[in-house]
């Protein structure tokens, strides 16, 4: 049913330039016969955040556990691009495995971080308004992740820099990657460099989690599977 009404009432209706309140309309005259109790925006709202609540800590989850990035080409994170010329000297020169464990450090400094996403998002989907909600559900595929980038960035930004820098010490990412450094700088005749390591990770750790997120999304807009409570099953469930 959710299908129906994503596919077949919203489109229409939003190519006829009709408001929130339409929208709710079109989505009860679709649920009309097998559904006697008009739903609310409020309802329609909460529902949402519900599903969304569910599907996207889901996303925040699956990047923090182990091998949640390095083991995900689509957001693993590689050597610094400013830094690749050390990563091809140092190969160059035998040093496989020390660039592999820089590498695997990496990402495991960004799985550890990403485990305090979670509480932010739900706090910002908490904090949605119905305003934000109907527009959520009348925009693209991926509204809710661009509604959660301008609402989160600068709180995951704030809360990551610090949990990235403690976990990437803890990793032996730092060491790993010092070691790096100082052998590719002691290479003769090679302009010297050391990139910022944990700003680079921070927003590497961020844009892989939206990525996630994003892709979480998707998958609740075209196959609903939160219905875990009387409400989603009432918005998102399937009939018949």
Known sequence: MFKRIFFLVVPGLLLAGCTSTDVLKGINDVLGEENKTPLTQKETAEALKEALSIGITKGASTVSKVDGYFKNPRIKIPFPPEAKKIETKLRDIGLNKQVDKVILTLNRGAEEAAKEAKPIFVSAIKQMTIKDAIGILKGADNAATQYLKRTTSNQLRAKFKPVIRKNLNKVGATKYW????????????????????????????????????????KKIRKDPIARTTELLKRVFGYYG
């Open 178 to 217: 010092g070691d790096a450094v100082n052998t590719y700088n002691k290479i003769p005749l090679v302009e010297k460099m050391n990139p910022d390591l944990n700003g680079y990770v921070t927003q590497k750790a961020m844009d892989g989690l939206f990525f996630m997120i994003e892709k979480e999304e």
